[in-house]
């Protein structure tokens, strides 16, 4: 039956400073990107993505990724996490006690040549070299598996192939993985089907999954992830991300949407949505354009408006007769 | 278990150039509408929703509603449908020979009010009144409840009221009825549980389930419907249309998302996708603003791009070593 499985309790990441600043044309002036960073803190969101330690050259919009790292007000209850593309990045991040780092690697090599300039066996080797790195550190480790379900490059991605990475992953000492359907390509069936294999095989696996709205299917696509036994999902403020290779397309599942929805269907996100909507409707000065997320437009479902005064006595007029 | 129980074939309405186009800004020659539902008509769409009968006056957009219906071409496999809000609309419509006519109530009476400007006992005794005048023309009639699941004014509609009308619709000999969700309020959950009791309290009930996206659920609640038992659904080329009540927000669930998600989870709609994004591409320079649809702007997920030059190069040197 519809949503007879579904948790009771879903954890929310928040990404928009790391996956949807990074495609922004504009530069996010640093102490705005700490102030919403320090502000998503207090909304019951479980880790934030603060920033990538990657080339400046690569993605100049984190260039300041140690003044944000070090100049975020930390909240106990918040995992505050860090994209490290390699070694370096690794080290970077440890240097600003970054709770967690996020390795990637993807699926398909194809996208992973394009996207990393590495082979799939180079980014496992460098992970190798990154687990050792960390060794002794109180850093948790997350790897990212993009284009779990479909490749721009390769196309449709079969289950087996994610679960072969993962595999590899588990090897090499990876306790938690996030799923990530990077170019949103994912379709509900294919989420259900690989959410539950992966549940099934690895039970005791920390689990994300990290999906994109690029062709409308971001919340049902969420919905077949958390019917498949998933608990935990990346999104992002405003909707705003998305991958390069797809333009005009949106990008992350937007937060507040996304909330509102799980919310809407007595899904307990633990997250402050009122707030989350004031942030996300702050976006468009900030970012000089639209954002995707619907609900900051629409307003909440459950927002009434009064009758005009003209139907109110039209109602009079009807009763009266 | 999640998509256990949908149905092998769905039934795709297009309403783009009635509820999409009534609330744009700018008059769409008659020409334009004539030739985009010639075109739709080949796509094996179940229905088109081609205008309204309503008072120039009240949509300026559909005043050509007579000639669009007369100039058009019909294809005998698809049911040409016209909006008729009371007996004069109805009366249009018959002597345009449309295949069915839809007529609309609210469920909530703020709505209907407000919408219609009738109590909808009003609007109940006027369907009495249509019915009668239908008798003997070949004509079909479908009656649309507006806002099933919720109401800009009175908030979350409970089910039994959709029943209380459904039942009304019934005695007064209605058997094909769209559950629309007007302003975008429904959530998955609801959908899914009012979807089931229609299909279980009504059994031989023609339904069809109108969504719009406006809060970003449309396609998911599209298919919590379809795991109901639903297997007809409204739908608008490139998301066009929209409530007046929400500024800013989508209009109804897209038709060429739509059909692709289906697609995608493996169900058959029959209609032709391809020519579908031709036809949702062209929207924009038509309409002069963007449209809501995402597949026409990320390509479908299957379509997949040859590797640059430098990642062959890339890999052909990590090969040699």
Redesign the interface.
């Known amino acids: 039956?519809?949503?007879?499985?579904l948790p009771t309790k879903v954890r929310i990441n928040e990404v928009a400073t790391r996956d949807g600043f990074q495609s922004e044309a504009l530069f996010i002036p640093t102490d705005k990107k700490i102030e919403i960073i320090d502000r998503l803190s207090l909304l019951g969101l479980n880790k934030i993505e603060v920033t990538s330690f990657v080339s400046p050259k690569a993605i100049p919009n984190l260039r300041d990724a140690e003044e944000v790292m070090n100049s975020i007000t930390r909240n106990p209850k918040v995992t505050y996490v860090t994209l490290v593309p390699n070694e370096k990045g690794a080290e970077r991040a440890l240097a600003t006690k970054a709770d967690e780092v996020n390795l990637v690697m993807s699926v398909s090599e194809?996208h992973n040549?394009?996207n990393m300039?590495?082979?799939c066996e180079?980014s496992l080797a460098q992970f190798i070299r990154i687990c050792e790195l960390m060794k002794g550190s109180s850093t948790r480790i997350n790897a990212s598996l993009a284009t779990s379900f479909?490749?721009?490059?390769?196309?449709?991605i079969a289950p087996e192939r994610v679960i072969k990475v993962i595999h590899q992953y588990i090897d090499i000492g990876i306790q938690s993985i996030s799923i990530a359907d990077t170019t949103?390509?994912?379709?509900?069936?294919?989420v259900?089907e690989l959410c539950s294999q992966v549940r099934d095989i690895f039970p005791a696996l920390d689990v994300t999954l990290h999906l994109h709205?690029?062709?409308?299917?971001?919340?049902?696509n969420?919905?077949?992830g958390l019917?498949?036994g998933i608990t935990q999902l990346d999104a992002s403020l405003g909707g705003i991300g998305g991958c390069p290779?797809?333009?005009?397309?949106?990008g992350n599942i937007?937060t507040e949407?996304l909330v509102?929805?799980l919310e809407?269907?007595?899904l307990d996100t633990g997250v402050d949505l009122t707030t989350l909507l004031v942030m996300a409707r702050e976006l468009p000065e900030l970012l000089e354009h639209d954002i995707s997320?619907?609900?900051a437009?629409?307003?909440l479902?459950?927002?009434?408006?009064?009758?005009?005064q003209s139907?109110i006595d039209?109602?009079a007029r009807?009763e009266k007769h």
């Open positions: 039956m519809f949503m007879q499985n194809s040549l394009s300039r590495m082979s180079q479909g490749c721009p490059f390769e196309g449709i949103g390509m994912a379709s509900p069936r294919q259900y709205n690029t062709r409308g299917m971001g919340l049902a969420a919905l077949a019917s498949a290779y797809a333009p005009g397309a949106t937007c949407d509102h929805m809407s269907i007595g997320g619907q609900v437009k629409a307003g479902r459950t927002e009434t408006r009064p009758l005009s139907v039209l109602k009807i």
